[in-house]
């Protein structure tokens, strides 16, 4: 049926669709939206079971600010410079708000996050993607973009490219409005681009605690940059964007960075054993700065079949039907048996 009240500028749009995300309970290795096998810090746990109570009948505090000032002292910042967001998505979307009205070019590279340009058609602005070079590559058209937003994401998704800082500061001094660099993965990266920040007061750096802190399902973004940046996106925000248990979460998963440098170490080492063993089955491996890797099976097998024979095999990984990405498959990484089972299949598959 045609959707009679949609307004008309979204009739014929294409939403973003996210990973399958199967019933809990059900027996599936789920490597296909990038959420961490481990589980989160037991301070996190021990936090929220205490602030499940009276409280929960107040509102709770618009800017998070016990989760805020955590988050500012674990990156040597001061609370002044921090934000937080139902997810990071939802920081992404505010940007929109803030930062490109109807019309707007909003700039990106591509392939990058899918979630951009689906967000264009929502707010109107006009997608200008810039198509990645060999070996997924910055383009020089990127940074010479005079959109009023660009998004960079680094590490990118899908790819897991890492982009190093002298090509990050490039875009940032030649943009002539707001750059967000999305750190969603920054954490199984060599560094953080925080040094710009002091710099560069059109920098927005955006962060999650979907993937090194293992808390999707809490959903928790937070955001990086000048003050006054800070002060458009409070104009356009909700006014208690984060409930009252996900800023409890938020502040003891900041608190706990030994749990998070430990669960990005074993992924880290994980990634890299699990590459080589692709490398091995003769898929070609994208190096990787994410928890993920991007890769293509050898010549002669569809990505498409790799995905189809896991899926039988209750093994969920991405595969992004259209190109440049058909040819590819993203698999986050697993536990060790996990991903061991991932290698069985596909050995598997490839002997058909
Ligand atoms: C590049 C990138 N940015 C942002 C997000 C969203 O993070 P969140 O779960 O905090 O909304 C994701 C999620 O997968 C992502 O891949």
């Given at each position: 049926m045609p959707p009679r009240f949609l307004k008309p500028s979204l009739r014929g749009f294409e939403p973003y669709l996210p990973g399958q995300q199967p019933p809990d309970g059900e027996d599936w290795i789920k490597?296909?939206?990038?959420?961490?096998?481990y589980p989160p810090s037991p301070r996190v746990l021990a936090a929220l079971r205490e602030a499940v109570g009276d409280t929960l009948r107040l509102y709770p505090a618009p800017l998070a600010d016990p989760a805020a000032g955590a988050l500012a002292q674990a990156h040597g910042l001061?609370?002044?410079?921090v934000r937080l967001g139902n997810g990071e998505d939802e920081l992404i979307a505010m940007c929109f708000r803030a930062f490109a009205g109807a019309g707007d070019r909003v700039a990106f590279t591509w392939p990058?996050?899918?979630?951009l340009e689906p967000l264009c058609g929502i707010h109107e602005a006009v997608p200008s993607p810039h198509p990645l070079g060999a070996d997924w590559s910055l383009p020089p058209s990127f940074a010479a973009d005079p959109a009023p937003l660009k998004f960079l994401v680094n590490p990118n998704s899908p790819t897991g490219t890492w982009y190093g800082r002298e090509e990050v500061a490039a875009v940032i001094a030649a943009a002539q409005g707001v750059v967000v660099l999305?750190?969603?993965?920054?954490?199984?990266?060599?560094?953080?681009?925080?040094?710009?920040l002091a710099e560069h007061d059109n920098l927005l750096i955006l962060r999650t605690m979907s993937k090194s802190y293992a808390l999707a399902g809490m959903r928790i973004g937070f955001a990086f940059g000048h003050p006054d940046l800070l002060a458009s996106l409070d104009t356009v925000k909700d006014s208690y964007n984060l409930d009252r248990l996900s800023i409890v979460a938020a502040k003891a998963a900041a608190e706990d960075r030994a749990h998070r440098d430990s669960l990005v170490s074993r992924v880290v080492a994980d990634r890299e054993w699990f590459a080589g063993e692709l490398r091995a089955l003769d898929f070609r491996v994208c190096p990787s700065s994410a928890n993920f890797v991007f890769t293509r099976p050898p010549e002669g097998v569809a990505a498409e079949e790799v995905f189809s024979g896991l899926r039988r095999r209750r093994v969920l990984v991405r595969h992004?039907?259209?190109?440049?990405?058909?040819g590819w498959l993203r698999i986050t990484i697993g536990t060790r048996e996990q991903l061991a089972k991932v290698l069985r299949g596909i050995a598997e598959i490839l002997q058909g």
């Open positions: 490597l296909n939206t990038n959420e961490s096998p001061d609370p002044a410079w990058t996050y899918p979630l999305d750190e969603a993965y920054v954490d199984f990266a060599p560094e953080s681009r925080l040094d710009l992004f039907g259209k190109p440049p990405l058909d």
